[in-house]
């Protein structure tokens, strides 16, 4: 997976534009789990979609994702976890 949105930060700006996740995903015209996919990072938005969600959160789609360096020190954080455990 080569996407490093920020599943946390997009979530909270849903939240402070006044929506729950289910009726963004409403408002989205798509299905919750696949609204899920797309914030999480698992699938690609389609870039109209991403049109229509800098539209109504009002902020740039980029915002959402992590910078590149700070995606690889969450998984190098990670994987240390594993080694100590």
């Known amino acids: 997976m080569s996407s490093s949105i920020d599943g946390v930060y997009f979530k909270q700006q849903v939240k402070a534009a006044g929506y729950t996740l289910d009726e963004f995903a409403k ?24 049109e229509r969600i800098e539209l109504l959160l009002q902020c740039p789609f980029q915002d959402f994702f992590l910078p590149r360096q700070e995606s690889n020190v969450i998984l190098l954080e990670r994987s240390e976890l594993r080694r100590t455990s």
């Open 27 to 50: 408002e989205l015209g798509i299905g919750r789990t696949t609204f899920y996919y797309y914030r999480t990072g698992a699938r690609p938005i389609p870039h109209q979609l991403r």
